[in-house]
Structures are given as C-alpha cells and as structure tokens.
C-alpha cells in the first residue's frame, strides 16, 4: 500500500442572498501556478445554498485587475429558469451588458417551484475556462426521494472540471485541457504530487452524491469504485431511481446519486475518466479518494493503470460552426434590450440568422442531428427551460410516454437525431448553445425570441439594462452601428 497525499477540505458556501466578489488570484489546483478569475477567490467558487422559494439577490462585484485575462464578466445560473426575470439570466450580450471593472450587478430573481442540483459560471467568452464556476443547490424539505438517503450537504457536493495551464485568451486553436479536478484538485501527468480530492463517508449511511460537471469542454465516465450509484434526479429534475456502476456527464450536467456506504472500512478511487483519446489514470490522474471513517490514509488496493500522455483528437475541433448557416456573432446591444427598446419581433432583432421567433403557448420540437466533427462530446443547454428528451443519444426510437427532463443534453455520434421539446411559457431571448466553452467562443449559438410583444410586460428592467449597456460602451470606447432602425435613440448610448 503506498501512502497518497489527500485533502480534506470543507467546501466554502454562501446564501441566496449574498455578495459574490470576481476577483483576479494565482493558484495551483494541480501544483502549476496560474493567474486565474475566481468567485470570491476560491475555485470551484463557493457553494450558493437555499431552499425552495427563497428569493435570490446576488451582488456580483467586479474586482478584475489581471490585463492577461478579461476584465469583463456576467454571471448565468444554470439551471433556473428565470421566469418574469429574463435580465437575471446573465447570458453576456443577449440579456445583458457585461459587468465592467468597479462595478457591480445585483441578480435578483426567485427560483418558484425549481429545487435540485445547478451550477452558475461566467457567460462571458470562454472566461469560465480561467475558473468562474461553482455549484448550487436549492433543497427540498419534501423532497420525494429523501427516504433513499441519510445525509446531503455541502460535503457531498462533487465537481468536476477541466483545468487549463493557460489563459482562455492564450487558448490555442484547439485546446487541450491538462488536468482533471475533483472538487477542485487534481494531477497532471509528470506534475508534483499535489494533494487528491477526499469525501469521507461513515459505513453505513447513505449519501446522497450531487455530481456537477463545470466542465468548458470534455465529458467524465464517473464512477466510484466497488460502489453502485443510484440516480435519482437529473439536472434539477427528480426521476424513477436507476442502479448504474458508472455515469456518463456532459459539460454542464449534473446527477444526485445515492451512494450506500457498505463496503469494508478502506479508501476507494473515486474516477472522473475523460472522453478525449488515451486518457488513463497515469500518475494518479484524474482521480480522487472516497474515504471511510476509521480508513488508514493511503490509496486503494486497486492500482491505477498506466498509460500514454493524453492527446486530443486534433480532427474533432473545427475553427468555426453553423447552425442553419449561421454562426452566431454577439450583437453590441444586447437581445433583450433590442426588446425593451421597441423591437416588435423576431425579424427586428440582431444578429440576422441567429434569432428564432417562437410564438406563446406552443409546443416546439428540436432536432439536433449529429455528424459534425466533435459530435460525442458536444452537450446543448437551453436557458429558461427544462425539456423533454423524446430521443435520446444512441435511440433510434421515440419516448413520448415518459421521457427524461432535463436542461442539457448530449448530441451524440454520427448518426444520431437527438430530438427535445418544451412548451412555450417562459418570455424572453434564450439561448442555445454548444456548453463546450470553446465552441460557443465560436459562435456554436442560435437565440429563441419568446413571445416577443410580450417580454416588455414581464421584464421591467429597460433602464437598469440601459445603464449597464451606458457603462460598457464608455468603458470600452465603442461606436455603435446597429444593422436595424430603432424607435428612438437608446437613453445613454451616445
């Protein structure tokens, strides 16, 4: 048995109702030291906890310094479906402004009905990439599932991320994680034996495991071992209990699996394997450690197998994307307030060929066919929306009895037709988009105009969106040039 360095850390968490400082900070997650762009200092950022119906008010406040980084940020919480509080959905350029330096934004929105497991990251370029992420929760005291479990709280909590050595603006055209990070920590192959991960369990409960995948690019094969996961809610939303040994998640997924603790009192890997082409788990790689209380602190008897350094299939990531033709190019002025400044339809609003008009009160079909290079491992998420999968990736058929609901899905493989469908209730601009952050820096993004004659009843913001849209422009020295008439000059664009 060989003695591993771990560490147990207690997860920093905050309230809905709290100040959340961005910040510029080096850190060394995997051992190698880099400026990053963090939530309060800390990566992940700290865990936002509430429970349903609590009211939101989420100052975030801009301390960006770094000129090697951007110095711009938004915030979106994934997941929440921002109904009557389309500003608040933090998409950078389609319901907002970006937040300058010195300055601050409150998002104040209220959750309703929605409890589960969701994550909030910058929405701004591929800054997330440089550590803007962390996870939330929002409890259920009647949670329909709580007699599966004993204990779910912040320690059970797991993220896992992707972690670059450089900067998303130094990013190379096609970029190539280095380490994998289990709550924050991990090892790069041939780098220092920094401290792995631990969650400690006491034999004999049952945890209740939120698994959230802030990746900005690959997909986990997540498993622990010598222990079945019972999942029991997918991306906020509760499902039959399934008994899996191990779970596929994509870029922004999450899953609450009920892990029993009855195993022998030992440590057991936890592993989060990537979808990119030879990865293992050489030198302790893309591993953690589930610990019992009462487990001597060393690794587990299984030995991790050896390998070749990674490598990214250099095919798989095109220099740019369509969607129907198009590739999304973010408007100056952002999609929202072209609503709130007299846009009356899909038509008016900017940028041409990205923008899709939906009616209220309908039932809208997607499909998604694969074949595009990079298709494994691209996942779509839809702002202000759960969805039904009636086809799923690797299903010929269609599931219109009871399908899966969720927020992001996967696109497949070459051959696939992955097909989703919502109703029409949430009013607003939504985006869709490719959750691998490179791809979407890359305009792999449509927007949904949701009954447009509609948002300027629902979302009465036009002078806080106004001023933010004043800010921006002046701190960046920017010339407007709108491709449309508007009905009268924006107040404080000049």
Excluded at 233 to 240: I, R, W
Aim: net charge negative; glycine share 8%; hydrophobic share 40%.
């Amino acid at each position: 048995f060989a003695v591993l360095s771990a560490s147990v850390q207690a997860q920093t968490t905050i309230g809905p109702v709290s100040d959340l400082p961005i910040v510029n900070v080096k850190i060394a997650p995997d051992g190698y030291p880099r400026e990053a762009t963090l939530a309060d200092g800390k990566f992940p950022g700290p865990l936002i906890r509430a429970n349903k119906g609590d009211d939101f008010s989420l100052n975030v406040i801009n301390q960006l310094h770094d000129q090697s980084l951007d110095l711009s940020t938004t915030i979106h919480w994934h997941g929440i479906l921002q109904r009557k509080t389309n500003y608040a959905d933090g998409a950078a350029f389609v319901t907002q402004c970006p937040i300058v330096p010195n300055e601050s934004f409150l998002y104040e929105f209220n959750a309703e009905e929605q409890t589960g497991t969701y994550w909030y990251h910058s929405h701004l370029k591929a800054q997330y990439c440089d550590g803007l992420r962390g996870a939330l929760v929002i409890y259920d005291p009647n949670d329909p599932h709580s007699n599966l479990y004993d204990i779910d709280d912040a320690d059970t909590v797991i993220t896992l991320g992707d972690w670059y050595h450089y900067s998303s603006l130094e990013a190379p055209q096609i970029p190539q994680f280095n380490s994998t990070l289990i709550n924050g920590k991990g090892r790069y192959i041939g780098g220092p034996s920094v401290p792995l991960a631990v969650v400690n369990v006491l034999k004999g409960q049952r945890y209740r495991l939120r698994i959230v995948s802030i990746s900005c690019d690959p997909a986990f094969d997540f498993s622990i071992d010598s222990h079945q996961l019972t999942i029991i809610e997918v991306d906020g939303n509760n499902v039959q209990p399934l008994v899996v040994d191990s779970l596929e998640i994509f870029a922004g997924q999450r899953y609450s699996a009920v892990l029993v603790a009855d195993q022998e009192i030992d440590n057991y890997w936890i592993r989060a394997l990537p979808n990119i082409v030879n990865q293992k788990f050489t030198d302790f790689t893309n591993l953690a450690i589930l610990r019992y209380v009462g487990a001597f602190p060393r690794t587990h008897r299984t030995t991790p197998l050896r390998g070749t350094a990674l490598t990214h299939s250099e095919s798989r990531d095109p220099p740019g994307f369509l969607i129907n033709g198009f590739t999304f190019d973010a408007p100056m002025v952002p999609v929202l307030l072209q609503i709130l400044s007299g846009a009356q339809s899909a038509a008016d609003l900017v940028p041409k060929g990205s923008i899709y008009g939906l009616d209220p009160n309908k039932s809208v079909e997607i499909t998604i066919p694969a074949g595009v290079v990079g298709g494994p491992v691209t996942s779509y998420p839809l702002h202000g929306h759960s969805f039904h999968v009636v086809r799923s990736a690797g299903n010929s058929t269609y599931n219109f009895d009871n399908p899966v609901i969720r927020d992001v899905v996967s696109m497949g493989e070459t051959g696939d037709n992955v097909t989703i469908r919502f109703f029409t209730d949430n009013p607003g601009p939504w985006f869709l988009h490719c959750h691998i952050d490179w791809h979407l820096e890359k305009g792999f993004a449509v927007v949904f105009a949701e009954d447009v004659p509609e948002v300027s009843t629902t979302d009465v913001v036009t002078g806080k969106s106004q001023h933010y849209l004043s800010v921006y422009l002046n701190a960046n020295e920017y010339v407007i040039a709108l491709s449309r008439p508007m009905e009268g000059p924006l107040p404080g664009v000049q």
